[in-house]
C-alpha cells in the first residue's frame, strides 16, 4: 500500500521505518528540516535500539522516503497522524494544536478514497471532532483511529509484532471500509494471530489513555506499598515478588522506585484527568492525582535518603548520578526522575557528575549545570555517594568490589531496587534501596 506519515517524530519515524519494512511505499512528512535530512540519510534522531537497521533497509529498498513538502502525501490511500499531543503550558490537558495543523495540511490533498488514521494520543473526543472537520471539507475520505501502544526501547518490535490492533471506526459501510484498508495495512500482524479489536471512536481513544493510567496506577501503587514498607521495616521487593505470582495481579510494572517519567504516562495521565473533569466524571479517576502525587513523592523520597545517608548535608559532597534518561535503552529525558533527582542534588549544593549510555547529550541541553563524565569509572572516582536512577544493565552488573576502589565512601542508594544488597553490603558498602530495610 502506499501510505504517508505526517509527523515523525518519536512515533512517526519509528511507525514510517516499520510500515517500508512491512513491505509498504512510504512517505514521512515533517515541517522539522533537520530531522527530515537525518530520517532520509537512514539515521534516527533520537536513540531507539534497532531503528536505524530498519531505516537503512527499508531506505534501500526505495520504499521509504521522507519529505518535508506535505504535497508528497499525493498518492497515498493511508495517511497516518503520529505528530506530538504534549501538555498544554500550565495546565494539565492536551495540545492538540499539532493534530489539528496536520489535519488541515492534509486535507487539499485528500481523495475521496483515502483513509486518514489517528494514531497520536488523544483525549477522548478528538476522533469525532476530527471526522466531522472530514465531512465539512467534504473531500470525500475518511477517518479512523489507531491507538499504539508501543515502549521506548521497544519501539521497533512493538510496532512489528503489536500485541494487540485497536480501530475505532465510523458506523455503519464507511466503518467496515475503513477497517478493511487497516487490515491490508497490518496484513503481516493479523497473519500471525494479532488480537483485533474493531469499535468506535471514543472506545479507541479511551484504550489508549485508560491503558497507560492503569499502568501508572500499577507502578504507583507499588510505590505506595514502598512507602509503608518504608515505615514497616518491610521489603517492597519481596513484597512485589509474593503478590507478584498471583496471575490476577502479575509481577511485570511492580517495580518500586523513583517512579515513572517519559514522555507519556505522566502526560497522559494529566490530560485524563483534564478531559474526565471536562465531561463532568472528573470524580471517576480523581484518585489518577494521587498516582501523580505518589509518582512525584518517590524523587524527593530519593533526594531526602542521600541528603540523610551524607549525614543531613550533601553540600560539597561529590555525589555520582548513575543515569539520566527515563528509562534505560533510552535518550529520553522528558519528565525523567533520574535528572530530576541530579537536578535537584545540584540544587542543594551538591557536586553532582551525572552519567548515562545515551542521554548525556539531551541533559546537557536542558540542564548545563550539571557535571557530566562519559565514562563511568570517570563518574564514579572520589564519590561520598552514588545513585543509581536508571537501571541500565551495565549499572545492573557493577562489581561492588571493583566500584569499592574508586569511590571514596562506599555508599550506594539504589533508586530502582536493582542490586542485591547482600553481595554491594559483603563488599563493604552501606546500600539503601526504595522501600527496603
Ligand atoms: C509507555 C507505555 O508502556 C506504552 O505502552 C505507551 O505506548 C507509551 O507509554 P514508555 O513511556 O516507553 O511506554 O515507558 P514504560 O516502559 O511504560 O516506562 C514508563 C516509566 O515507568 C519509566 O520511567 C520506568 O522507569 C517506570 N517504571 C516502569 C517503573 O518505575 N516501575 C515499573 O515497574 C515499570
Known amino acids: 500500500m502506499r501510505i504517508s506519515v505526517i509527523g515523525c517524530g518519536y512515533l512517526g519515524a519509528v511507525t514510517a521505518a516499520c510500515l517500508a519494512q512491512l513491505g509498504h511505499e512510504v512517505v514521512g512528512v515533517d515541517v522539522d528540516a533537520a530531522k527530515i535530512e537525518l530520517l532520509a540519510g537512514a539515521r534516527a534522531p533520537f536513540f531507539e535500539p534497532g531503528l536505524d537497521e530498519i531505516l537503512g533497509s527499508a531506505t534501500q529498498t526505495g520504499r521509504l522516503r521522507f519529505s518535508t513538502d506535505i504535497a508528497d502525501v499525493e498518492g497515498a490511500a493511508v495517511h497516518v497522524i503520529a505528530v506530538g499531543t504534549p501538555q498544554r503550558k500550565g495546565e494539565n490537558a492536551a495540545d492538540l494544536s499539532y493534530v489539528d495543523a496536520a489535519l488541515e495540511a492534509l486535507l487539499p490533498h485528500l481523495g475521496p478514497d483515502d483513509l486518514v488514521v489517528g494514531k497520536s494520543t488523544v483525549p477522548v473526543g478528538t476522533a469525532a471532532r476530527l471526522a466531522a472537520r472530514l465531512d465539512e471539507a ?43 484498508l487497516l487490515d491490508e495495512v497490518f496484513a503481516e500482524a493479523l497473519a500471525h494471530d494479532t488480537p483485533l479489536i474493531v469499535t468506535d471512536y471514543a472506545t479507541a481513544e479511551l484504550v489508549k489513555v485508560s491503558a497507560n493510567a492503569f499502568l501508572a496506577t500499577k507502578i504507583s501503587f507499588i510505590n505506595a506499598m514502598a512507602e509503608i514498607a518504608e515505615a514497616a521495616g518491610a521489603d517492597v521487593t519481596a513484597l512485589a515478588d509474593a503478590i507478584g505470582h498471583d496471575t490476577r495481579i502479575g509481577r511485570r510494572f511492580l517495580n518500586a522506585g523513583i517512579g515513572f517519567g517519559g514522555g507519556c504516562l505522566p502526560k497522559d495521565i494529566r490530560a485524563f484527568t483534564a478531559r474526565a473533569e471536562e465531561l463532568g466524571r472528573g470524580e471517576s479517576i480523581a484518585f489518577l492525582k494521587e ?8 524523587r524527593e523520597r530519593m533526594v531526602e535518603m542521600v541528603v540523610e545517608s551524607l549525614g543531613g548535608t550533601v553540600y560539597q559532597k561529590k555525589v555520582t548520578v548513575l543515569g539520566l534518561a527515563f528509562k534505560p535503552e533510552s535518550d529520553d529525558v522528558r519528565d525523567s526522575p533520574a535528572l530530576d533527582v541530579a537536578v535537584r542534588l545540584n540544587g542543594l549544593g551538591a557536586h553532582v ?10 541533559s546537557i541541553r536542558l540542564h548545563p549545570q550539571l557535571g557530566f563524565a562519559t565514562d563511568t569509572r570517570d563518574a564514579l572516582r572520589g564519590a561520598d555517594a552514588v545513585v543509581l536512577v536508571t537501571e541500565w544493565a551495565q549499572y545492573r552488573s557493577l562489581d561492588p568490589v571493583e566500584v569499592g576502589q574508586l569511590v571514596r565512601d562506599r555508599l550506594i542508594l539504589d533508586g530502582r531496587n536493582v542490586l542485591d544488597p547482600q553481595t554491594w553490603r559483603q563488599a563493604g558498602w552501606t546500600y539503601r534501596g526504595m522501600g527496603r530495610p
Open 291 to 298: 498516582v501523580d502525587k505518589i509518582n512525584l513523592r518517590r
Open 138 to 180: 467534504g473531500c470525500g475520505a475518511t477517518l479512523a483511529w489507531n491507538p499504539e501502544f508501543l515502549r521506548e526501547g521497544y519501539a521497533v518490535r512493538d510496532t512489528i509484532s503489536p500485541d494487540r490492533l485497536v480501530y475505532g471506526v465510523a458506523a455503519g459501510e464507511e466503518g467496515v471500509r475503513a477497517a478493511k
Open 353 to 362: 557528575v551525572a552519567t548515562d549510555p545515551a542521554a548525556i547529550p539531551n
